[in-house]
Each structure stands twice: as C-alpha cells, then as structure tokens.
C-alpha cells in the first residue's frame, strides 16, 4: 500500500490517496477546534487516541452488520478506509438532552429523552453547519430518498449498538454525530466515532468524558479521551 498526496485536510483529520483508487488513508491529528473554529487548540495524543477507539467501533459495527469505509488501521495515527463520495448531511442521534438539544428546547441537560431523535445538519464550515430537515435534503439534492432511508436505518440500528457497548462499559452514549458516503452504490457509515463526535457521561458521576471538556474548558481533557480509549480499547 503506497501513501500518496493528501486530498483533503479537515479540521482533526487529513485524508491521503493510495495507489488503489477504491482506498484512502485517514489520518488522525491532535488539533481541536470548537464552534465552527472559532476556538483552536490542540489534545495531546488525542489522534492516536481516536485513530483507536474508532478502530474498535468501527469493528464492532462491521460484526453487527453495519456497512462501514472502515477496512483497517496502519500505524498509531492512520487507518485505511474505503474511499467515500460523502453524503453533505451531518446525522445526530440523541438519548440524552444536551448540547444545541437543551439550548433549542430551554431544557436543562441530562434528561433522557424518550426515545431517539435523529437529526440532520448541512455539513458545510462556511455556514455553521445549520439545521436541515428531510424537504431540505430532498430540495437541494444532497441525497435520495432511498438514501436517506437507508441512513435512517443505519442511524438508529448504530445507536442500539453503540449504547449497549458504552453501557457495558460503565458509560452513557448522550449523544453523536454520523457521516454517511457512496461507495460503489452503497451506502457506507464514514467519519470516525470518538469523543470528538459522541457525548460519553461516567454512568455513576455523570462526568463528561468527551470533547466538551475541551469546547467548555473543563480541564483535564487528555484524561477524559484516555479514559474512554483504556475503556474502550481494553
Ligand atoms: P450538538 O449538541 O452541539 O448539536 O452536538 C451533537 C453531537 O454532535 C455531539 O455528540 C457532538 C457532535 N458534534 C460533532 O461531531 N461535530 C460538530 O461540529 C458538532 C457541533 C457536534
């Protein structure tokens, strides 16, 4: 596998070609950014940290039958993925009130919802990644119908999952952020899975253990990414 030129750099990640044009290589930085990156920063080790735990989310989707571009991981900050025409819609699955959820609704966080809410974003930096719904995604073409059916499916079916792994683990799965892409006229679950895109409260303390430690200056946030990945990574 040869590492060519980068084809994108994000804010936590840049995505290399390789000579197979099916495969890319996303690798994993340390730099944070927060509210659209108005505030930058950066957590030690937390590529290598995320380069982990999404390696074992991914594989654990894969084995409940999750199609993911995950295909494996390289070294301490890389991992190879199928390559994505990616889907501009952000999807969060929520279980617990948080974040924008508790600011929209004036609620405080940390009730339980009732059941899930999915939610759709316009993935784009430029605007703020602003709230869309289904008529929006229809209208502006983002995606098909089927598509987002299929996502939908997806989306929910990840959540059960992902919350009974945390669960088992002595964490709530409050809430996360999905990204879903074409890959050879499927729909695969792309991105990463980490405490950069997932709420995790401590069952018992209910301390944040996620990137709102970092967004909220909460300090101890190199502490809070290891304690998932020795968690998770066990
Ligand atoms: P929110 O409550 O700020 O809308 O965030 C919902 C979830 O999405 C939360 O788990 C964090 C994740 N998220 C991202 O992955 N990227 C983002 O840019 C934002 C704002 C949130």
């Known amino acids: 596998m040869q590492k060519r030129d980068a084809l994108y750099e994000g804010k936590a990640k840049i995505l290399y070609a390789t000579d197979d044009p099916n495969q ?41 039958g999750i199609p993911t571009h995950f295909v494996e991981r390289l070294n301490e ?79 929910f079916r990840i959540n059960d999952i992902l919350k009974e792994f945390f669960d088992q683990r002595g964490i709530i799965l409050v809430d996360f952020k999905l990204e879903f892409g074409r890959h050879q006229g499927k729909i695969l679950l792309g991105d990463e899975i980490c405490p950069d895109t997932c709420r995790l409260w401590e069952k018992g303390s209910l301390e944040k253990l996620d990137k709102d430690r970092f967004r909220r200056d909460l300090g101890k946030v190199e502490e809070a990414y290891q304690e998932v990945c020795r968690r998770v990574c066990a």
């Open 77 to 155: 900050r890389e991992m190879l993925v199928r390559k994505l025409e990616i889907i501009p819609v952000e999807v969060v699955l929520r279980n617990v009130i948080a974040g924008s959820l508790a600011k929209r609704f004036g609620l405080p966080e940390g009730e339980a919802l009732s059941r899930p809410v999915l939610e759709h974003y316009y993935k784009s930096d430029p605007l703020g990644d602003p709230m869309i719904n289904e008529f929006h995604i229809r209208a502006l073409g983002l995606a098909r119908d089927d598509e987002m059916k299929e996502i939908e499916k997806l989306g």
């Open 24 to 64: 890319v290589i996303q690798y994993f930085k340390d730099d944070a950014t927060a509210f659209n990156a108005q505030k930058k920063g950066s957590i030690d080790d937390k590529g290598v940290m995320n380069n982990a735990i999404s390696e074992v989310l991914f594989q654990l989707l894969e084995k409940e």
